[in-house]
């Protein structure tokens, strides 16, 4: 559009006109996006607008099938299920934001560290990668669980060390790709030391593929965290939490009461849904090549 | 044999339709080489492309005709295009290492085409491919049979791309940029081959390609593209000698050529005077017996074997070799982002070959030895917008701050000839000179005094190679630098330098004044590489020049 010298003929985008444009060029990212408003909303709100408490049980009302009172009806305990379902959001949401936050940090050190320098820190790190990896990861949760004792807590270090491999590995290579890089050899030259070229410099060009992960990760989050719950080793009950919920309601399907564990199924999926249909959208975002 | 009339494409973006080639027509006869030049943008690599009918997604012929033999080309279905791809019309693209599959045997990649339009059975699939092979004159041909691309130097890989194009004996081929990448005496051996070959077969060909030069030796007949449009056609010469679009003259101007000044590449209303430049006596860097090795798998790899040169201050030094021949390493070694086997590298009289790459950072000659990255994109950080890029060196290495800072950003991008506006643009959104140009207002930031650049306007088009070689010559005149000049361009270190190295091997085997070493060559190498150049037809100006200069002798 311009010419050596020339003046330019229109302005760059702004990061919000990008934000629009990447949500209206692709439908599927606008309605991850929404998807993902209207959990946020849940985790934030759910609590002050559900009709029913959720921990509040009623015997003479148990196992009643979905109606206007009860929209996805009650449990064995005349729990709503519904009210429970929305509560749930906010925990499990919290339990993945932070493991992936955690194995984000971790990953993207360890990798960065492996990928710039090399040589024996690389080769050591990769075998230690390995051996995580080598664990069947949810036997590995569960172990460390079950040794730590199951709190909230516990659950979110377990599936952070679980995802750990997975971003320090995908760091690794983007890394070690722009090591040589004429850029990064600029930096160098700029006055940059060996940790400022690598941090400032190198890392965020690895973060387009990263987000793609992130996404990715929040939707096994959530299902480990859930998984956990379920086998007995995460949340403890009463809590709403979705993996407890669909453990309990399972032993009632068989009776033909499929509503107790089929909701919080559904808002477990739809939340995985999202967040796997998140991740181009994201990459789209934080990748500055895409705005002209 | 190709006639093309009133074709236009177009592409489908984000900002609405653009037009890349916008109308255009053209004929190419039997046996004739048509040379479409451009610089890029112009739309020259998408007219073989929709020719080809492989255009990218979102890209469409909206209007003209592609008459080839009696189909057009533009209307023909999918179904037609697969048989005329390859059989009749076959594409030699830029990259040959690119265009070759990386895991396939390049004898089965023969063997495939050949299979594929019919022409070779499974039984005589691999003599048919030999004999292609030995058909674009590769030595040891079943021998080669079964090498991977990777195994194969670039103009090897070339000529297997090649003799892929020519198996199923086409008519019509096209060559995009087939040389670019490809070192200099290599390119003049692959396009003497496709010339000797094309004329051979009596087939017609066309060579698409930014260097004039290039396009003059190999063509019959030139047209010259520029914003999708053909601005002129004529014979090779003709055009040369006598542009008459003002489009094409600047081409002409830009292109280096012997007996050209600097200034003469730029349009005329450009040609400022030159101010001097006088290299002083003093020796600013030396190198003596600089060696680098690197441990191979099979045995040590002698990049650099012992080289020694002085550069003295203010003086242009270029250093000149082809791949492999230890040009870049020497100029990483110089710039320290190398440490080297052994040898001294005294700057200013002190040894900094001593201080290890790694903490050289830290030094106080750091800000004094600057580079200027070949490749503007690669060499400029995608997340960084010019603005940052050019403040990285001063945050890191001087004290200035805030708004000092900002009018030094400004002042660096003035001098370099960097509209202000485009200071807060990022990578992409900039032209290639535009890129060229942050590079160089980020090397001289803190006022280097000895500036290496390796290779700074390789990838630009020549109108903007002349701006951006003008350029480093004021800014030479200027801030009063030494430059050492890394290329593989003889005509371009002609213009810039005032003492010429000459690198084969790792060792120097020849080094002298510019004049000397380009007019009376003393080693054979030097020869073959000023043999190799291409060489543009003269021009009008040039002839003027001469003739006024001799009437004024």
């Known amino acids: 559009m311009t010419d050596a010298t020339g003046i330019p003929t229109r302005k760059p985008d702004g990061a919000g006109a990008h934000l629009i444009h990447v949500l209206r060029e692709n439908p599927v990212t606008l309605l991850s996006f929404g998807m993902f408003a209207f959990f946020l909303l849940q985790a934030f709100f759910g609590a002050y607008l559900v009709p029913h408490d959720p921990l509040a049980t009623n015997a003479a009302n148990a196992l009643q099938p979905p109606n206007w009172t009860h929209w996805f009806g009650t449990d064995n305990l005349g729990r709503d299920v519904f009210s429970r379902v929305v509560v749930a959001t906010r925990l499990d949401l919290t339990i993945s934001v932070l493991a992936v936050a955690i194995s984000f940090v971790i990953g993207s050190v360890l990798g960065a560290v492996a990928g710039y320098w090399g040589g024996w820190i690389d080769a050591v790190l990769n075998r230690v990668l390995d051996t995580i990896m080598a664990f069947p990861l949810f036997v590995l949760a569960m172990g460390i669980v079950a040794a730590l004792g199951n709190t909230v807590e516990n659950i979110i270090y377990a599936t952070a060390l679980i995802n750990i491999p997975f971003y320090a590995r995908l760091v690794r290579a983007e890394v070690n790709i722009r090591r040589e890089a004429g850029f990064a050899l600029a930096a160098r030259l700029s006055g940059n030391s060996h940790f400022r070229t690598l941090a400032f410099h190198i890392f965020p060009n690895a973060l387009p593929p990263m987000m793609v992960q992130v996404s990715l990760n929040m939707g096994w989050a959530i299902l480990n965290a859930a998984g956990l719950s379920f086998i007995g080793l995460g949340v403890r009950p009463p809590t709403p939490e979705w993996g407890i919920m669909v453990a309990e309601g399972a032993n009632f399907i068989i009776s033909g009461h499929w509503w107790v564990a089929l909701f919080p199924g559904l808002w477990l999926m739809l939340a995985v849904f999202t967040f796997n249909l998140m991740g181009d959208g994201l990459r789209d975002i934080v990748d500055p090549r895409r705005r002209t | ?553």
């Open chain 2, 1 to 553: 044999m190709l006639s093309i009339s009133d074709f236009a494409v177009s592409f489908r973006t984000r900002r609405g339709e653009v037009q890349a080639v916008r109308g255009i027509s053209f004929d190419v006869a039997q046996g004739e080489t048509l040379g479409i030049v451009g610089e890029s943008g112009s739309g020259k690599s998408v007219t073989s492309y929709a020719l080809m009918r492989i255009l990218d997604a979102g890209g469409t012929i909206k209007a003209g005709s592609a008459v080839f033999d009696g189909r057009d080309l533009a209307q023909a279905a999918e179904r037609d295009m697969q048989a005329i791809r390859g059989r009749e019309i076959s594409m030699i693209f830029q990259n040959p290492r690119a265009a070759l599959n990386p895991i396939c045997k390049v004898g089965h990649q023969l063997e495939d085409v050949l299979k594929r339009h019919g022409r070779a059975t499974r039984a005589d699939a691999r003599a048919k491919a030999i004999a292609a092979l030995e058909a674009v004159r590769i030595r040891d041909a079943a021998a080669r049979y079964d090498a991977y691309p990777f195994e194969l130097s670039g103009g090897m890989c070339q000529r297997v791309v090649f003799a892929i194009a020519l198996a199923c004996g086409p008519r019509l081929l096209i060559a995009d940029e087939p040389t670019t990448g490809l070192d200099i005496t290599t390119q003049k051996a692959v396009m003497d081959l496709v010339r000797d070959l094309t004329r051979e077969r009596g087939m017609s060909s066309i060579l698409i390609t930014h260097d004039l030069g290039l396009a003059a030796e190999y063509c019959d007949r030139l047209a010259v593209m520029k914003d999708g449009r053909i601005v002129e056609t004529g014979p090779a010469a003709a055009l040369f000698a006598d542009p008459q679009d003002p489009y094409t003259r600047k081409l002409v101007d830009a292109t280096p050529r012997p007996g050209a000044s600097l200034r003469d590449l730029l349009p005329i209303e450009a040609r400022t005077p030159l101010a001097d430049h006088a290299p002083g006596d003093r020796a600013l860097v030396q190198v003596r017996d600089l060696v680098k090795t690197y441990p191979g798998k099979s045995g040590p790899v002698h990049a650099v074997k012992g080289i020694s040169f002085t550069i003295r201050e203010g003086q242009s030094v270029g250093l000149v070799g082809e791949s492999g021949c230890g040009k870049s390493t020497t100029s990483s070694m110089l710039v320290r982002l190398l440490d080297r086997t052994s040898g001294d590298i005294l700057f200013d009289g002190f040894d900094i070959a001593d201080i290890p790459a790694d903490r050289f950072v830290r030094d106080k000659r750091r800000s004094q030895i600057q580079m200027v990255f070949q490749d503007a994109t690669d060499s400029l950080n995608p997340r960084h917008s010019a603005r940052q890029t050019i403040a990285d060196p001063i945050l890191r290495m001087s004290a200035l701050r805030g708004a000092a800072l900002q009018t030094r950003i400004e002042e660096l991008a003035t001098l370099c000839g960097l509209p202000l506006p485009l200071l807060d643009r990022f990578p992409h959104q900039l032209s290639g000179g535009q890129k060229a140009r942050v590079g160089i207002a980020r090397a001289i930031a803190l006022d280097p005094k000895f500036l290496i650049l390796d290779e700074p306007t390789a990838a630009l088009d020549v109108s903007i190679q002349a701006v951006v070689l003008n350029l480093l010559a004021d800014l030479r005149a200027r801030l009063g630098m030494t430059y050492l000049f890394v290329s593989h361009d003889l005509n371009v270190v002609r213009l810039l330098c005032d003492h010429v190295i000459v690198m084969q091997g790792g060792e120097i085997v020849e080094q002298g004044p510019t004049a000397q070493v380009m007019d009376t060559p003393s080693h054979p190498y030097t020869r073959t590489l000023l043999a190799a150049a291409p060489k543009p037809p003269t021009t009008k100006t040039n002839e003027t020049d001469t003739a006024a200069k001799s009437a004024a002798e």
